[in-house]
């Protein structure tokens, strides 16, 4: 069916409502992930598994999205989102498609892998980092790190071809938080990199048609506060 002959109405149109031809991308946060020590270096932090909570929290996500007609599962390289996108996968019989360019921000992403931020920096220059960016939150106010631009072109990129390629479909991408602000945040042109905090496992959902890209849902939490209780942040 044409848009011509799609008995829609304008605001149907601009937020891509009852539009059969519309994709549904469904970006779904890892569950709660295992934190090195202090003393740990960078590349510790890089890529740590999935906590007991988290296993449960991806369980939830996985069983939440169980009843939707999911033609393709996404995830990045790094192991808590990609057993955050294997729990979801399972429930439809599919194998997780892994981009590399979905892991998260590259956090202090240029320092050698066996150095930390206080080998390079002084725990003063840290702190006001550590302060910009809570009053900012913007990723380039820390130094050896992946800029914002360069992030946001980095995400956009692969969702957008991950848009491309499923016209009319349901997707689900199981990502980080900063590409879920992130991606959302370049569309709606907001300053922040991080505008909202996502919980874990939290699922969010975007309408695409075209060049338009429209916000369903931002954290949805309910398969989380069933008892047993497992939000977490």
């Not at 069916?1 to 970006?27: G, Q, V």
């Not at 939707?68 to 997780?96: F, I, K, M, W």
């Not at 969702?159 to 199981?174: D, K, R, Y």
């Amino acid at each position: 069916m044409s848009d011509d002959e799609t008995p829609r109405t304008p605001i149907d149109r601009a937020f891509i409502t009852n539009d059969p031809d519309r994709t549904e991308l469904i970006l779904v946060r890892h569950g709660q992930q295992q934190f090195p020590g202090p003393e740990a270096a960078v590349e510790d932090w890089r890529d740590p598994p999935l906590t007991d909570l988290g296993e449960k929290q991806a369980a939830a996500a996985g069983a939440a999205l169980a009843g939707e007609n999911v033609a393709a599962v996404y995830s990045s390289r790094l192991s808590r989102a990609h057993r955050t996108g294997q729990a979801v996968a399972d429930h439809h019989g599919l194998d997780v498609t892994v981009l590399d360019n979905l892991a998260e921000i590259h956090m202090f992403g240029y320092l050698e892998p066996e150095q930390r931020p206080l080998d390079v920096m002084t725990e003063t220059e840290l702190e006001g980092a550590r302060r910009r960016f809570a009053r900012e939150r913007r990723w380039d106010v820390y130094p050896f790190t992946e800029t914002s631009a360069d992030f946001r072109r980095r995400i956009g990129n692969a969702l957008e071809g991950i848009v491309a390629a499923h016209p009319a479909q349901t997707v689900v991408v199981a990502c980080h938080g900063g590409v879920i602000n992130g991606y959302i945040a370049d569309f709606l042109r907001l300053e922040p990199d991080m505008f909202f905090r996502p919980a874990h496992a939290s699922v969010h959902r975007v309408l695409a048609r075209h060049e338009r890209r429209v916000v369903l849902t931002m954290n949805e939490l309910g398969h989380l506060r069933e008892p047993p209780e497992l939000l977490s942040f």
